[in-house]
Structure formats: C-alpha cells, structure tokens
C-alpha cells in the first residue's frame, strides 16, 4: 500500500445547521466563503497528496468498488476518467475525483493505491424519507412545500438543502417576516434514509414605520404616498398587506413614481435611489425614496407625418386628442399611437407602425412630438396558443382576441385583445408573449392566464333612507361551467321594498360578438307614506347588447309583467284610488349608449351619453311611449379634483290611455337631493298623495375631492354640489292635483367612505327653490356591507 488521496465533503465538519441557519442574516455570505475557501484548501491538499503518494508510472490491473449501495460499482466506473491499464496519474486520478463528487451521488469519495489495483471508496448520499415543517403558522406547509426542490425518495445533498433555506427566507421576507430563521436538521434512519426537517421561527411581521420623499417640491409626500404602491402600517389596514416589505414592490414603487411624473410632464424626472432601512430589533423599515423631478414640459409642436401610400393625415386624426400647450403626458402619446394605429387598420392597411419621434427643448421646457405612420415588417399570426386555463374554455377566451390566426401581426390589436381578456375578470394574470414562428414572417402569440374563483355568495345588510333598514342575499356564478356565462340569484327584503331576481346572461349568442340574457322577477313596494297604495310587480325580460363600434353600443329589451295596485288607503286621493287594480305591461325598449370616460369606476374624464325609449302596446293591457336620455361629463381640475355636470330628462305619453301610475316619472331623493323621494311634483292637496309626474328633468353639478390630509387608500370622499330639477303633468289636472313646473334646486355637501364593510354615503342638502307642497329631506344616508 502505498498512500491514499482523499476528498472530504465538508459534511459534518461544518456542521449542516451552523452552515444552513446563519444563511438567514447578513453572515450566511460569511459562512459560505468559509466553506468555500476550507473547501479548497482540501481540494489542493489532495491534488498534492495525489501528487506525492500515488506511484507514479505503474499501471492500474484492477478497479475495485467500495462502499456502494444503491449505485451499481459500474455507474461508479462509467464517472471516472481513469480506467482499468491506465497508469496510476496524479491528474487524472483528481478529475475523477471531482467528477464522482459532482454526480451528488456521494458525501465522501476516496481512492487508495492496494499494490497496482487502486481501490476507491464511497459513502453515499442519504435518501430523503420525508420532509416537514416545524414552527410555521404564517404560511401553510403546501405552501412552504411548493417552494423547495427537494423531495421525498430524492438524494440528498447540503447544496440543495442550502437553496431551499433561501427560497423559503425570500418566502418569508415577502410576507414581511424579515425576523424569521430557519434550521434544517435531519435524522437517520435505517438503509441510509434520513427524515429533513426544517425547524422555522417566524418572528414578528416586519412592517413599515415610514414612507419619506428626499427631493420633491411639486408634490407632498402625502400625494406621493398615494401613488406608490406600498403603504405605512396604520390601524385601519387590517384587511391588506401592502404596509408590509417587500423588495419586488418597491421596484414596482419607482416604476408607478416615474409614471406619475412623467404623466404630469415631468420628462426628466429620475429615482435616484429607493432605500429600505431595517430597525435593530427586526420589525419595522423606513422607506426614503430619494427623486429628482427636473423641470416640467408641455407639448410643443404636435404632428402627423403619414409615410404610406394611399393614406393622408385626415384620413386618421380623428381620434387626435394631444393640444399644443398641454402639459406633457406620456400616457397620451401612448394612447395616440394606439388610435392611429388602429385608424389605419380600418382603412384596411394590415402593416403599420407608428413611431413617436420626440424632440425636447430644455430651453422652451416643450416637447415636440411628430407621430411617423410608416409600415411595419410583415409578420402573420402563425399560431395563438393558450395555456394555464384549467376551467375557462379556450373559445372563451379565444373570441375576446381581435385577430385570428392567419391574421397580420398588430400590437394594437394585442393590447385591446389583452385588456378584454382582463376585463372578463375571469383570471389573477393575463401575460402575453411572442414567439419566432415556423418562418421569419411567422409568428406564435402565447397568452398565459391564471385562474381565481369566479363565485361569489354574499349576504348584505344595511339602511337607505328610500327603503330603509334592509337585508340582501345574491349568489353569482360569472363563469358557468367554464362557458363564461352569468348566473345570478338575489333576494332583497327591506323595510319598504322587497324583490327577488334570477338572472342569465350569454355573453356571445349564437357565437357573435352580442350579449343577450332574460331575468324572471318579483317585487312589492310599500309606497304608503308617499302615496298611499301598494305595488307588486311580477315578470321577466329578454335583453340583449353589442357594440357598433369600442364606444357605441346598442341594447334591445322586451319586457312582459303583472303590475298590481292594492291596499290602496281609504283616506287616499281619488286618483289614487282610481289606479287599484291589476295591469299588464308588454314594452320593447331600445338604448344607444355613447361611452368616452377613462374609466367606470372614479371616473375623472370624458363623458356618456344615453337614450332610452320604451314603447308598451304589443300586447298587455297598458299603453305608452316613454324616452328618456341621460348624459354626464367629467372635468378633471386639478390632482382627484374633479367636477360632473349631467343630467337626464324623459317624458312619457299615454297611447290612447291614461299613463299608469307604475309608469310615471318620481323625482326626489337620490336624483335631487334635499327633496325626499318623490318629494317634488304633482301631489294631491288634500291627501298629499304623490301623483308622479309624466316628464321630469334633473341635472346636478358636483365636485369630487379628497379630504386633505388623509390618505387615498382609507377610501374617504368628499363633494359639494348642487341639484336642480322639475316634473309635470303633460294632461291637464284637476282643481284637487298641485302642480307646478317651476325650478326646484338645493345645494350641499356629502361623505362617501369606501369602508370594509362596504360603501356609506351621508349627503346634507338644503332646498333653496321649492314650492309649498314639496317635501324636503335635510339628510341621505346610504350604507351596506357583504360579509
């Protein structure tokens, strides 16, 4: 025997839980180049051990396997680079080395020179039996599961058992458990197998203290609060985790700063360092972004160079909405090369691209920009495959795509097909990319979507000064069987009003692009304070809505019901009474629908525009024409100051009969407020019976703002407004009906609070124009909650 050159795995040297646990904090770094400079000190001493002990220029007769188990002494073989004949090389012998040690099949190797046969010997790595968490109540073991590479009846290695450490560190941190450590551990078992455990201590949420601003004077760090998406940890956000750290989101936080600026014309703004500051005890971060706004630029010279035959510039400037002067905003520039874009596509050229050329003048603070229409390579839709749906039908989400396959490639189109997909609200992700495709003017669109429940039970209570105390019950699938259609099922009961309404919406009938559905429904009202009688409507409708064009949508709807007019008081007026009885009612309506707001929800821009007519005849016993239009615009001021100016107004007329009361127009209430619902319009002198009016018009002008000092997320809103409006009798009435079309008006002031347990709203209003007879109301309240 003449030596043995060894490699020793670090293995219980270092032992696993002083080298896994201190991975958690700042000295896992330490540790690691610890073992890695020892880890090389070893490796050198056995390539001179190697060199010094193995004799040198003797031929190997025989390699004899040690130690193997589950390895067969061949796989053991087929990994070294020296074989049976060779001469016993130091080099070649320490390759093997290293190569049997990078299989991870072993925790030790060793070779020994016996005579001319060179014996090796291995120790293998253990079998992982199984893996458990201890210690974790923040995050469930599957979750914790799905995080690590390692499994059972997988080998185990430091390495990896190393990585996993980290991934679930990063885990943790993400959910603001900056505190937490964890140490793995193993036991032995029997025929090699170990059980690993990870022992974890979670500590307490790390949270965040404070957000400051270092650099900015156009705005307050309490505006910047706002935009960013990370929050400071106040006791009102109980429900959410954005008040907790974590480093993905603040890079999502320097992003949404640039986008804010640079919407507001600040072109040169720039984020010059976002630092997290951690406490000493581990529990909470202060935040300081540090900005440079730079000057502020309003767009100077605005332009369209079109560079395609056939085409000029005001075949596709319609939809241009960039002014000279206006304060810079890339989102409209973004926005303006989508509509051009999708205006040359209407004109049938299939290959486009519009470039933005920016030209900025730091001396004017202006930016000129000239939109260049040219054409685009030409690239066809190969293939659009969609993967991650598990329930929704590929059709589903296939008839949202505004191409096809086969299709010219168009971003625009993309975009739009992206955001309907969205829209659906049927996923927690839409991610699409483009692929090379079987030819260079091929290409492969692949969109990636992830799920979320799409059904919802709530039950609600709440209190509404035109029905009072209430209760509501719905179930809602949106997404039936996969087919993307709407179920839904309410029950409302409340003090004055009750119905119950089953409803079904296809959203593609007949495979076109129209949304049709039916409700069956039911209803009492009890109008007794306001008029004296009761109301109980029972039936169904058929719908249907597409779009004419992304802004113009047209609906149809056919109604059938039972009206029926009971428990009419004694002491109520003879009009009144005159309506007891039973009606029904067989009506078409039609609605154009005209849409150009920013947005659904807090609208801050744009305008709508809609017309209604009903026509009631085709049957039934009651007939009538009825319009009515209605109509909003929004009027940004300045930061979430935004004013609303709308309005509606309708008239009906009897078609060879008198207009029933259930048809009439009942101002008062939510439409203008300071008035009680139906408080204004004809009434009876004696009974003070409201009649209803057979046209109305209201309009109201209104303020929205943000109450300063208080942060946006905390969902408070306030306004001031005025309302205005009148309703009439088209017949002439009788000496005991009051009715006078005069103006009525009131102005005021209101609370809208976006609580967690659902939307209130407190309004204060004061008639300043009214007539003796109206009924006024000096507060609205209107709360809810789903739990």
Do not use: C
């Amino acid at each position: 025997m003449h030596g043995i050159a060894r490699r020793t795995s670090l293995g219980f040297a270092l032992t696993l839980a002083t080298l896994l646990a201190m991975a958690s904090g700042a000295q896992a770094g330490d540790t690691q180049q610890v073992a890695a400079v020892e880890l090389a000190q070893v490796q050198s001493a056995q390539v001179q051990s190697a060199q010094g002990q193995f004799a040198q220029g003797s031929a190997i007769r025989e390699i004899v396997i040690e130690g193997t188990q589950r390895v067969e002494p061949g796989t053991v073989r087929s990994y070294m680079l020296i074989q049976e004949g060779d001469l016993f090389d130091a080099q070649r012998l320490d390759r093997s080395l290293k190569s049997l040690f990078a299989t991870g099949l072993f925790d030790d190797v060793s070779f020994r020179q016996d005579g001319d046969r060179l014996v090796v010997t291995v120790k293998e790595n253990p079998i992982i039996n199984r893996i458990a968490f201890e210690g974790n109540g923040e995050l469930e073991g599957e979750t914790l599961e799905s995080e690590v590479s390692l499994r059972p009846r997988v080998i185990y290695t430091r390495t990896k058992v190393q990585n996993d450490v980290k991934r679930l560190l990063t885990l943790y941190r993400q959910s603001g458990l900056f505190a937490a450590t964890i140490e793995p551990k193993i036991i032995k078992l029997e025929q090699n197998r170990i059980d690993l455990v990870f022992e974890i201590s979670e500590g307490e949420e790390t949270q965040i203290n404070s957000i400051r601003f270092v650099g900015n004077g156009e705005f307050s760090d309490r505006r910047l609060r706002e935009v960013v998406r990370t929050r400071e940890t106040v006791w009102w956000r109980l429900f959410s985790s954005d008040d907790v750290y974590d480093p993905d989101r603040l890079n999502l936080d320097r992003e949404l700063l640039r986008r804010f600026y640079i919407s507001n014309g600040y072109a040169d703004f720039r984020v010059l360092s976002a630092v997290a500051e951690l406490t000493a005890d581990r529990r909470d971060f202060f935040l300081t972004f540090t900005i440079e706004e730079g000057a502020r630029y309003a767009f100077g010279d605005v332009a369209i160079d079109v560079r395609l035959k056939g085409l000029k510039v005001e075949d596709i400037d319609d939809g241009f909405e960039i002014d000279s002067g206006d304060w810079y905003d890339a989102e409209a520039v973004e926005k303006t090369i989508e509509k051009l874009t999708n205006a040359v596509g209407e004109k049938g050229i299939a290959f486009v691209e519009v470039r933005p050329r920016i030209n900025r003048n730091r001396d004017k603070r202006t930016i000129d920009v000239k939109f260049e229409v040219v054409e685009g390579p030409r690239v066809f839709v190969e293939r659009i495959d969609i993967v991650g749906n598990v329930r929704t039908r590929d059709e589903v989400i296939r008839r949202e795509f505004r191409l096809v396959e086969g299709d010219a490639f168009n971003s625009a189109k993309i975009r739009r097909s992206r955001q309907r997909i969205q829209n659906l609200d049927f996923f927690e992700k839409v991610d699409f990319e483009q692929l090379p495709g079987s030819a260079e003017d091929r290409t492969v669109v692949k969109i990636d979507v992830e799920e979320k429940s799409t059904g919802q039970i709530s039950i609600g209570a709440g209190f509404s000064s035109s029905a009072g105390v209430l209760g509501d019950f719905s179930i809602r699938e949106s997404n039936f069987l996969g087919r993307g259609q709407d179920v839904s099922l309410r029950l409302l009961i409340a003090a004055e009003r009750s119905a119950i309404n089953l409803g079904f919406t296809e959203p593609y009938f007949l495979r076109r692009d129209v949304r049709a559905g039916f409700d069956i429904f039911r209803s009492t009202q009890d109008l007794q304070d306001t008029s004296s009688l009761d109301l109980e409507q029972t039936g169904f409708d058929l719908r249907s809505n597409y779009l004419i064009t992304e802004d113009l949508s047209q609906g149809w709807r056919y109604e059938f019901s039972v009206n029926k007019v009971d428990d009419v008081g004694t002491d109520a007026s003879e009009l009144i009474k005159a309506q007891s009885g039973t009606d029904t009612i067989s009506e078409i309506s039609h609605t154009i629908h005209y849409d150009k707001r920013n947005t659904r929800i807090n609208t801050s821009e744009g305008y709508n525009l809609r017309l209604t007519t009903d026509i009631a005849g085709l049957g039934g016993s009651t007939r009538h024409l009825r319009n009515k239009v209605e109509a909003t615009y929004y009027i940004p001021v300045v930061d979430q100051w935004v004013i609303s100016i709308g309005g509606t107004a309708g008239y009906i007329l009897g078609l060879g009969k008198n207009v029933r009361f259930q048809e009439r127009f009942f101002v008062g209430g939510d439409d203008l407020r300071g008035f009680e619902t139906a408080g204004l319009g004809p009434r009876d002198r004696l009974t003070k019976d409201s009649l209803g009016g057979e046209w109305k018009a209201t309009g109201r002008i209104q303020l929205q703002f943000p109450l300063v000092g208080l942060p946006e997320e905390l969902g408070l809103q306030a306004r001031v407004f005025t309302d205005f409006g009148t309703t009439g009798q088209i017949e002439p009435t009788n000496d005991n009906v009051q009715d006078d079309a005069s103006l009525r008006a009131s102005i005021g002031s209101g609370l809208t609070w976006l609580s967690p347990f659902g939307p209130m709203g407190l309004d204060f209003a004061f008639a300043v124009l009214k007539e003796d007879f109206d009924q006024e109301e000096l507060v609205r309240v209107n709360f809810g909650t789903t739990f």
